[in-house]
Structure formats: structure tokens, C-alpha cells
């Protein structure tokens, strides 16, 4: 997922101890490299492109890895501007770690969304973690920005369906409108993996 920049339903194939099992990896970037020399103002920042290259470096040759991507079609969402007014603020923080979950903290649980200093395209990718399907941008919006919205009498005995929905009642108190449809899903397909050469 770090390697190729995608979400768990990106991937497919492989043998099942892919899910399962787990490794430490310690891994100095070279000291002529990009990577060596940035500071990210967070532990938990994107990687780079040059970091992402040198994980799959690592993967193929310590893992043996070999894969292809394919475009698969599947759900997906686009999310836009709705057709009332945008509940959006400049943020606070300009220098703040881009956030989204629940009004409460932490994750999106469903009662109500909230923001920090976050892009559209940010909220996109984070909104596609939790729906499991590529949200696509498409607001025109630029720049970040913070949000609340609260959604009355939010029932935490709601099954997944309603969750999904109730994530779209959060984004149209905000201003959004996330709608469903077809279209390509790029996926990175496993063909081979090997567990890692010993040090």
C-alpha cells in the first residue's frame, strides 16, 4: 500500500500470510538521496515518490515481489460541490497534520464529520478508506480547509449501510455531494512473493 500508494482494496493476489504476517524492517535511505536530507513535519506525512521507489526496491528484492497493475472496473465515488452553501472555513493551523474523522475524534463512526487544515484531494483519499471504494475529486476546490457538521439523533446501533449513508448526510451538512458510480479501479495484483532473505 505505501509502495504504490493505494488503499487496501487496490491489491489483490498474493498468498494468504500477506495479511498476517509481519516484519520490521530498518532501512536507511542513501546519504546522496533526496530522501536523506527531508524532514517531514510529521512521523505520519506521505511518502515521497523517491521513498515509495525505494520501498518497491526493497519489496522486489527482499521479497522476491512480482506484479502487474491492471484498471478493473468497480464502484467508485466522485465527490463534488453540492448545490446549497459550503460550510468550510479557512483553517486555523495552516502548519497543522491534515486530519478528518468523527466529531468525537479518531475515525469516522457516523455520527458527523470534522476536518483540520484538510485538502479536497486529501479528504477524497481518506474518504476512500473508509467507504473501501476510490473517491474521486471533482469540487474544483483549492487549498485546505476546516469543517463540523453533526449529524441530530445519530443512532450508534446502525448497520454498515446506514453508516454509508450517514457519511453522505455528513458531507451535504458541509456542503458536498458524493455520488456513486462506475468506473476504473487501478490495482496492483500480486504474482509472486517469497518471505524476505535473511540480513
Given at each position: 500500500?505505501?509502495?504504490?500508494?493505494?488503499?487496501?482494496?487496490?491489491v489483490?493476489g498474493g498468498?494468504?500470510w500477506?495479511?498476517?504476517?509481519?516484519f520490521?524492517?530498518?532501512a536507511?535511505?542513501?546519504?546522496?538521496?533526496?530522501s536523506a536530507?527531508?524532514?517531514p513535519p510529521?512521523?505520519?506525512?506521505?511518502?515521497?515518490?523517491?521513498?515509495?521507489l525505494m520501498?518497491?526496491?526493497?519489496l522486489i528484492?527482499?521479497?522476491?515481489?512480482k506484479?502487474?497493475?491492471e484498471?478493473?472496473?468497480?464502484?467508485?465515488?466522485?465527490?463534488?460541490?453540492?448545490?446549497g452553501a459550503?460550510?468550510l472555513?479557512p483553517?486555523k493551523?495552516?502548519n497543522?497534520?491534515?486530519?478528518?474523522?468523527?466529531?468525537?475524534?479518531?475515525g469516522?463512526?457516523?455520527d458527523?464529520?470534522?476536518?483540520?487544515?484538510?485538502?479536497?484531494?486529501?479528504l477524497?483519499?481518506?474518504?476512500?478508506?473508509?467507504?473501501?471504494h476510490p473517491?474521486?475529486?471533482?469540487?474544483g476546490l483549492k487549498?485546505?480547509f476546516?469543517?463540523k457538521?453533526?449529524?441530530?439523533?445519530?443512532d450508534?446501533?446502525?448497520?454498515?449501510?446506514?453508516?454509508?449513508?450517514s457519511i453522505?448526510?455528513s458531507?451535504?451538512?458541509?456542503?458536498l455531494?458524493?455520488?456513486s458510480?462506475k468506473?476504473?479501479?487501478?490495482?496492483?495484483?500480486i504474482?509472486h512473493?517469497?518471505?524476505?532473505s535473511?540480513?
Amino acid at each position: 500500500m505505501f509502495a504504490f500508494d493505494v488503499q487496501p482494496y487496490q491489491v489483490a493476489g498474493g498468498p494468504g500470510w500477506i495479511h498476517e504476517a509481519a516484519f520490521s524492517i530498518d532501512a536507511e535511505p542513501p546519504a546522496s538521496s533526496e530522501s536523506a536530507r527531508l524532514n517531514p513535519p510529521s512521523p505520519y506525512s506521505p511518502l515521497s515518490e523517491e521513498q515509495r521507489l525505494m520501498l518497491r526496491a526493497l519489496l522486489i528484492d527482499r521479497f522476491q515481489l512480482k506484479f502487474h497493475r491492471e484498471n478493473r472496473t468497480g464502484q467508485v465515488y466522485v465527490l463534488a460541490k453540492g448545490s446549497g452553501a459550503l460550510n468550510l472555513q479557512p483553517p486555523k493551523d495552516v502548519n497543522g497534520d491534515p486530519w478528518v474523522g468523527s466529531n468525537a475524534g479518531g475515525g469516522l463512526n457516523g455520527d458527523g464529520i470534522a476536518g483540520q487544515n484538510i485538502s479536497m484531494p486529501l479528504l477524497a483519499v481518506r474518504l476512500g478508506r473508509y467507504l473501501e471504494h476510490p473517491v474521486l475529486d471533482e469540487t474544483g476546490l483549492k487549498g485546505s480547509f476546516d469543517f463540523k457538521f453533526q449529524i441530530p439523533d445519530y443512532d450508534q446501533n446502525q448497520d454498515a449501510q446506514d453508516f454509508v449513508g450517514s457519511i453522505l448526510t455528513s458531507l451535504k451538512g458541509i456542503g458536498l455531494n458524493l455520488k456513486s458510480t462506475k468506473g476504473p479501479v487501478e490495482t496492483i495484483v500480486i504474482d509472486h512473493v517469497e518471505g524476505p532473505s535473511a540480513n
